[in-house]
């Protein structure tokens, strides 16, 4: 089917009129909509459930300083001394400092059987309030005395440190 050459120019305005904003809403437009509504929904529900939950208390920064005095370490032995952990190995040093701030990086591998690391972890979250565990590296080795399987856990802890 033809169009007369006269009409040709008046259909293919219609028709980007028509076809352009359907085309736009459709593959561009509809999913950031959806995407914002629920947004709105979503907040709108946090703003009422806000009250009814208690809000964790946000991270100072400390002027104890637990990583390289060793204080992060004697926490680890106490808190694993009942429980069979081991520690394996620990390397703390100072991750970034500038203006008087400093953030202290510790490496701490742990070894020992998996209920009992995950019951120290949690005791490092609940008992170290100046420090955060920011990475938990789970891995199986050979112990070479025993030739056994152990399981390995490494911690990578930091604490925000204030410098005078």
Do not use: N
């Not at 904003?21 to 009422?48: G, I, K, N, S, V």
């Amino acid at each position: 089917m033809t169009l007369p050459y006269k009409y040709r120019g008046i259909v293919m305005l219609v028709a980007l009129a028509a076809v352009l904003p359907w085309t736009a809403w459709h593959f561009a437009l509809q999913d950031t909509f959806a995407a914002w509504r629920d947004c709105r929904r979503l907040a709108a529900r946090l703003e009422t459930l806000a009250p009814q939950t208690a809000q964790p208390a946000a991270v100072a920064a400390s002027d104890g300083e637990l990583i390289l005095s060793g204080g992060l370490l004697d926490t680890v032995r106490r808190a694993g001394a009942e429980s069979k952990v081991r520690i394996a190995g620990y390397e703390p040093l100072v991750t970034a400092e500038q203006d008087g701030v400093a953030v202290h990086t510790a490496r701490l591998t742990l070894t020992g059987g998996y209920t009992a690391l995950v019951r120290l972890v949690d005791t490092l979250e609940h008992t170290l309030p100046a420090c955060r565990l920011r990475s938990l590296d789970w891995q199986t080795a050979a112990d070479r005395r025993t030739r056994q399987t152990q399981l390995t856990l490494t911690l990578y802890i930091q604490q925000i440190v204030i410098k005078e």
